[in-house]
C-alpha cells in the first residue's frame, strides 16, 4: 500500500510560480510511474503531466507545456510539479498518483494510489 501526501499549494497571482511536492510512503518508490491531476469546481479530474520511473521520461497536457514542469527524487520518494506563469484557469485542486508500472499515463483510471490533493488558486 502507498502513501501520498501533497504539500505546497496555496494562492497566488497569475503570473506567479508554485512548486508542489508529492511525497511516498508505504512502497519501492522507484517501481511506480507517477502522474498529476487536477480537479477544478464542478469539472472532471483531468491530466496535468505524468513521469516515468527513471524521470527520463514525461507528458504534459497541452494546456501546461512550456509552462509546467515534473520532476522526481527516487532517493527523497517524492514527485514535483514546478508550475510557472500561472493563469486563473489553473486553479483546482492537485492530486498526485502512482500507477505500478514503468511509464506514466493520461488516463486516470489507469492509476492505484491517490494523495488527497492541495489546492491551487490563482488570482487575476
Known amino acids: 500500500q502507498v502513501q501520498l501526501v501533497e504539500s505546497g499549494g496555496g494562492l497566488v497571482q497569475a503570473g506567479g510560480s508554485l512548486r508542489l511536492s508529492c511525497a511516498a510512503s508505504?512502497?519501492?518508490?522507484?517501481?511506480?510511474?507517477m502522474g498529476w491531476f487536477r480537479q477544478a469546481p464542478g469539472k472532471e479530474r483531468e491530466f496535468v503531466a505524468a513521469?516515468?520511473?527513471?524521470?527520463?521520461?514525461?507528458d504534459y497536457a497541452d494546456s501546461v507545456k512550456g509552462r509546467f514542469t515534473i520532476s522526481r527524487d527516487n532517493a527523497k520518494n517524492t514527485v514535483y510539479l514546478q508550475m510557472n506563469s500561472l493563469k486563473p484557469e489553473d486553479t483546482a485542486v492537485y492530486y498526485c498518483a502512482a500507477r505500478f508500472e514503468d511509464y506514466g499515463s493520461s488516463n486516470r483510471y489507469n492509476y492505484d494510489y491517490w494523495g488527497q490533493g492541495t489546492q491551487v488558486t490563482v488570482s487575476s
Open positions: 513521469i516515468n520511473w527513471s524521470g527520463g521520461n514525461t
Open positions: 508505504g512502497g519501492t518508490f522507484r517501481r511506480y510511474a
